[in-house]
């Protein structure tokens, strides 16, 4: 960071803007006062002293709390005024602002009007008499200027803003003008001319010199967008929707995908490793060299390989890059070969475990394809807020529903989704298991329940043994029985038993002896646990009526075939893999699984394409242990996680953010306190970088070539092709993977580029079965991996170990099994409803903590990430908490008002 020289009585304008920026800066040059401009905190903060008679910060777009900037700028100068600009009319946040220490506050919006007076009241009585006279003067100036540089930018870009500009449009134009700022790190020069071509309506300057590359938006986000990526002069100026083979599939994607100019050329970006030389999190750090940050990390790992094993040194990883080398696979082969324990976030589990178990082996998620949500005549949004966490597959609902698709919402509060439901039910949090439950009672009770499909395509026929919960097989059956010992057998309505093949008409229900052994059907075990939720019942625990179950049932049933779009609010809480099965299995004994128009899941039908390519197949090393981070405090406290001894010292972060997004922020800093050696690899100075001891600086995925196929609800795999250099001394994640094996000379197949790793995922039989070359990626970009159309468990056949959509499980296994008791009685079936532990009404600490919190997945942002990107951050510049009007109104909580929220 360079020195600013400070002269006497200056003032900083802090404004990322480029041309708000340059707009002010003229008119303090037009008024004398000495000007300096700032680009980021840190800049901010060195050039405030003494001298500093005023600073203009532009609240918004600092990555801190402006309350600890104002803190540490009044701590520098205790006389300093400042003048806040904020996005936003609202009363009680420009309060907020006033007693945090700003001396005026102007909305950006109305700075032409506001700014001026703003500057004049505060330094008016400073030594700036003449320049405030001469800041009068030239307030007439100022909106003439912002009139001059919106007709300069209107011309020069076929008139885009020039029309349309006046006061209601400064927000636009300088959202504009902050893609512009992007650009300019790496491309001084005519930025305005060359940086303009952003969001749709830069369609219209985007020119034939641009060069486009194919690439993926991989944020983890549910949609996975291809990209065309628009580069001019080596520079990335624009993002656009790339064409599918799909026409289907084709045509949006959402504001974070038109902003990663903003994130290329964030300022936040890591530059060059650093060295960490102030305690933990003082963000005091030292450049240094790649080789010192290797050297130092590795001969770190190896003093305490000595001393405490391989399994001491963990790999903490998540959804910042899903690209098929540089993310998932590269760090899969260096855990592997370092033998390093995964210390797994505990996100999304319920969901990813128990589906696998009841619709499928081999994929995560069990669903159609999303196109086929047309053929629905009724869809479930359960737990889901499509419209912020699903913006690529929200339309496909919405077409489905003008297509006379009755769509009902299961949610704990009025999301927006809601607003657009034909039914909104409202669950109270944690308890849908007991919903779904109860909906499967009445559809038992009225006979409205699918026995044809039970027959075939479930468990349910399977005669389950009461000496040890397994199905009846062959060869339990003794002498009678000839072929494979390992066949489960059925009951025919004539008491015959023999294979499924053999007996059209098996039995559901009943309990028999069969070669003096017990048997039930799985059928009647699953009756049996829903038995004890009838409306009635359900209605004290899930506080949906009586009647809204049974109705929900109707129409869920009588509107068949209908689909069930589950998302993660089922996950949120303690056992949620209970809320899965429950709600599986209603789709199950209702018959909506396996056919047009009939799903139940994600709707990311991901395919074992990536499981069986080949490329996991390294043979070198074996990985160490998992462990939950839920249970580190008895990990670092035992050096066990349960039987499994580890004793963790030292952490490698790699595209997550788990200061940022792990449960327990509390818990997360005590982890890393205890460990020696912390390493955060991210493209951002994120809130685990600020708490590493050295932070490698990631390349964007734009900067590197990638293959990519994963969390998203597209059929298909992209090419990814490098379109930019890594910016600064980024390096891409399969190098900084490979520096550190080629460190301790260890993964000598580790030794290739990411063009020949692409070239040996292509080579691996998943890819073949399919047609998929590397020459065909490169022509096409993206090739389709599943059967058009694609339905999960066509003609009732399902990829689980049964062979069948499974609501009884022979072998329920916990997602971490680390020598823990656990009923496996318990486990084989949908619920025996268990409360949150903590956010539940019978709870006596709810007295104190009356409120459940639900954590959106905002659309401006995925999780932790875009949280920099100045267009996202002027439409959503700040936390918003919602809370029921009911709740609020005794609280004298009024809309706009600033609240704390703890625990
Ligand atoms: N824009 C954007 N999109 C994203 C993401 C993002 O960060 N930003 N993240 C992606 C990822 S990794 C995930 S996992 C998904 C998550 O996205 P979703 O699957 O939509 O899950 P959540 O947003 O966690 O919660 C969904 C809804 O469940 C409700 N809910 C909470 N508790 C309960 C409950 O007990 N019962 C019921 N019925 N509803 C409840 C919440 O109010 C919320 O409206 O989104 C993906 N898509
Ligand atoms: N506060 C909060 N907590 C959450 C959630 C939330 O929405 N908000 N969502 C929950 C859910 S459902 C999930 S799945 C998890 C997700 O948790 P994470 O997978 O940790 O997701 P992100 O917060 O997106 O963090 C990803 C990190 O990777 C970095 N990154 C991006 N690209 C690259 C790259 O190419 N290389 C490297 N090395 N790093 C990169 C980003 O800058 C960011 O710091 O979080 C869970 N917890
Ligand atoms: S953030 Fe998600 S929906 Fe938006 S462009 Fe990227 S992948 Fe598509
Ligand atoms: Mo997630």
Redesign the pocket.
């Known amino acids: 960071m360079s020195e600013i020289e400070v002269k006497s009585y200056t003032v900083v304008v802090a404004i990322p803007h480029r041309w708000l920026r340059q707009v002010v800066e003229r008119i303090f040059s037009s008024a004398r006062v000495d000007c300096v401009c700032v680009e980021n905190s840190d800049e901010l903060y060195q050039s405030i002293d003494e001298n500093t008679a005023l600073t203009i910060v532009d609240v918004f777009s600092y990555s801190q709390y402006y309350r600890d900037i104002f803190t540490e700028l009044k701590q520098r100068n205790a006389g300093l005024s400042i003048v806040a600009l904020v996005s936003a009319s609202n009363r009680s946040y420009q309060y907020e602002l006033t007693t945090a220490g700003a001396s005026a506050i102007v909305v950006k919006e109305n700075a032409d009007e506001e700014l001026i007076p703003a500057l004049v009241q505060v330094l008016q009585d400073r030594e700036f008499n003449d320049a405030v006279a001469r800041l009068m003067e030239s307030q007439k100036q100022f909106i003439t200027l912002i009139k001059e540089e919106v007709n300069l930018m209107g011309k020069e870009n076929g008139n885009i803003f020039g029309k349309r500009f006046g006061r209601r449009s400064f927000l636009k134009g300088s959202a504009a003008a902050a893609a512009i700022a992007g650009v300019a790190v790496a491309s001084p020069g005519n930025v305005v001319k060359k940086a303009l071509a952003v969001g749709e309506e830069a369609a219209a300057v985007s020119t034939s010199e641009d060069q486009i590359f194919s690439g993926a938006c991989r944020?983890?986000c549910n949609g996975g967008c291809l990209l065309k990526l628009h580069v001019r002069d080596e520079k990335l100026v624009k993002t656009s929707f790339g064409e599918l083979p799909d026409e289907e599939y084709n045509k949006r994607i959402c504001l974070k995908g038109l902003s990663h100019v903003q994130r290329v050329y964030d300022s936040n970006r890591l530059k060059y490793p650093l060295k960490r030389v102030g305690t933990r999190g003082s963000g005091e750090w030292e450049q240094i060299s790649w080789d010192e940050a290797i050297t130092t990390i590795t001969d770190k790992w190896q003093e305490l390989w000595k001393d405490y094993g391989q399994s001491s040194v963990a790999l903490i990883?998540?959804?910042?890059?899903l690209?098929g080398v540089?993310?998932g696979n590269a760090l899969a082969w260096l855990r592997k070969a370092l033998g390093m324990t995964k210390i797994d976030?505990a996100?999304?589990a319920a969901i990813i475990s128990f589906s696998a178990k009841a619709l499928g082996t081999s994929a995560a998620y069990n669903s159609n394809e999303l196109l086929d949500m047309q053929n629905a005549k009724c869809i479930i949004s359960w737990g889901n807020n499509l419209t912020e966490s699903n913006l690529q597959s929200w339309r496909f609902v919405a077409n489905a529903k003008e297509k006379g698709a009755k769509l009902i919402v299961i949610d704990t509060i009025y999301t927006t989704t809601a607003s657009k439901a034909d039914k909104f039910v409202s669950v109270r949090p944690g308890t849908d298991a007991v919903l779904a439950m109860s909906m499967m009672n009445v559809a038992i009770a009225e006979d409205l329940i699918d026995k044809e499909f039970i027959k075939s395509s479930t468990v349910g026929p399977f005669l389950v043994k009461e000496s040890d919960g397994k199905f009846l097989r062959l060869s339990d059956l003794g002498q009678l029985a000839e072929g494979d010992p390992d066949s489960i057998v059925v009951r025919g309505q004539d008491g015959k038993i023999g294979l499924p093949t053999e007996i059209a008409d098996p039995v559901i229900s009943g309990t028999y002896t069969v070669n003096e052994l017990k048997v039930t059907t799985a059928f009647d075990l699953l009756k049996g646990r829903v038995a004890d939720y009838p409306p009635e019942k359900a209605q004290e625990i899930c506080d949906v009526p009586a009647d809204t179950i049974r109705e929900l049932l109707h129409i869920y049933v009588e509107n068949s075939p209908s689909t069930i779009f589950m998302g993660?609010g089922l996950?949120h809480y303690v056992n949620g893999h209970y809320n899965v099965m429950s709600v599986m299995a209603l789709a199950m004994i209702t018959g909506n699984l396996g056919k047009r128009g009939a799903s139940c899941g994600c709707l990311l039908p991901i395919d074992a394409f990536w499981a069986n390519s080949g490329v996991y197949g390294m043979s070198e090393g074996t990985p160490g242990p998992t462990v939950s981070i839920l249970h580190m405090e008895d990990v670092l406290d035992n050096g066990k996680f349960g039987d499994i001894p580890v004793t963790l010292k030292s952490l490698f972060i790699?595209?997550?953010?788990?200061i940022?997004?792990?449960?327990n922020y509390n818990k997360i800093l005590e982890m890393i306190d205890r460990m020696e050696l912390v390493v955060v690899?991210?493209?951002?100075m994120?809130?685990?970088?600020q708490y590493a001891d050295i932070v490698?600086p990631?390349?964007?995925?734009f900067e590197a070539n990638d293959i990519f196929g994963a969390y998203s609800p597209n059929p298909y795999v992209y090419l990814q092709e490098k379109a930019l250099e890594p910016l600064y001394e980024s390096k891409?994640?399969f190098e900084?993977c490979k520096m550190i094996t080629q460190k301790l000379g260890l993964a000598k197949e580790y030794n290739i580029t990411d063009m020949e790793f692409i070239e040996k995922y292509l080579d691996g039989p998943g890819a073949k079965a399919k047609g998929i070359t590397l020459e065909s990626m490169k022509k096409n970009k993206a090739a389709r991996v599943l059967p058009k159309p694609f339905v999960h468990g066509e003609g009732g056949v399902f990829p689980t170990t049964t062979g069948r959509a499974q609501f009884y499980l022979e072998q329920p296994a916990p997602a971490y099994d680390y020598g823990q008791d656990w009923d496996v009685e318990k486990e084989r079936l949908p619920v025996l409803f268990e409360p949150p532990t903590e956010a539940w009404h019978e709870n006596p600490l709810f007295k104190k903590y009356p409120f459940v919190l639900v954590?959106?997945?905002?659309r401006w942002?995925?999780?932790?990430?875009w949280g920099h990107a100045p267009w996202l951050r002027e439409l959503d510049p700040e936390p918003i908490v919602k809370i029921n009007p009911l709740d609020a109104e005794p609280r004298g909580i009024k809309n706009g008002d600033i609240v704390r929220v703890f625990n």
């Not at 990631?698 to 995925?701: G, I, Q, T, V």
């Open positions: 944020s983890g990883t998540g959804s910042g890059n690209g540089h993310g976030n996100t999304d993660y996950d790699s595209s997550s953010n788990p940022g997004n792990a449960a690899s991210d493209i951002t994120s809130d685990s970088a490698l990631a390349a964007h995925w891409p994640d900084i954590q959106e997945h905002t942002r995925t999780h932790t990430q």
